[in-house]
């Protein structure tokens, strides 16, 4: 195999081996089976406007994760994130 759709599975083959490297590196403890990121990435549109895409990587293209897999994972980030964001209870609201 040669040309874009080599490059692209070499190019997945280095992102896992990435996010497996930083996880070692952050000191989780386990194994990785599963992974999302997710970008945004600006453009302009025809017209001149600025336009803001989003999108995600999968491991393998997202061939080999099932979709329940990712929504999970994508819903305990985002349930995680949310509440780091959440406000600190006050004294007045004991």
Partial sequence: MT?????LKKAYERLEQAIRDVTRLEEWEGLI???VVIAA???FADNGRSMTGVGQ???DGG???PDYRV???LDVALT???AGYAPEESEDDE
């Fill in 41 to 43: 990435n600006q453009y």
């Fill in 63 to 65: 061939d080999s994760v």
């Fill in 71 to 73: 929504i999970g994972l």
């Fill in 80 to 82: 995680a994130r949310r």
């Fill in 3 to 7: 040309g874009p759709e080599h490059d």
């Fill in 57 to 59: 990587l999968l491991p």
């Fill in 33 to 35: 089976t599963d992974w």
